[in-house]
């Protein structure tokens, strides 16, 4: 099986346990060297913390586990393409790679609504790709919502 799809899957796991405590379902996990070392999922609502974003939270896991701040050599998977706040996180990180499920046409940084990495000035850039396990990633944002409307 692909890394990429596998990690992936890992993510949506995380996304998963973000919709069981009523939060966007959104996971993120971060590997290096073909292991996971965080995992994390949104948790806005729980923290009431607009910055408590699956990314977000996965760097904190990521660099207290490393015990830097530095990510060299990492790869974080999410369900959701990065908003600026996450997008900008992994360039500060030096995250070497950013794979994510669902684009965001309303917010995502990467190749929607401002292509952040492709942007000069920068002095790190992630490589990136986007649409892995799309449809699974899409579907699940697409269901919470669905539901909260219902409500």
Known sequence: MNDDILFMKEAI??????????????????????????????????????????????IQKACKKLNSWRL????????????????????LSRMKRVVYGAYDPKGGCVESC???YDHNGFNHYP??????????CSNLLKEYFKKKRQK
């Open 127 to 136: 490589e990136y790709k986007g649409g892995v396990l799309e449809e699974e």
């Open 72 to 91: 060299d050599g990492c790869t974080l998977y999410v369900t959701l393409e990065p908003c600026p706040m996450c997008a900008g996180s992994m360039i």
């Open 13 to 58: 796991k995380q996304a998963k346990k973000a919709e069981a405590i009523d939060d966007v379902p959104i996971g993120a996990v971060i590997v290096k060297d073909g292991v996971i070392i965080a995992r994390a999922y949104n948790k806005r609502e729980k923290l009431k913390d607009a910055i408590a974003h699956a990314e977000i939270l996965a």
């Open 114 to 116: 401002l292509h952040m």
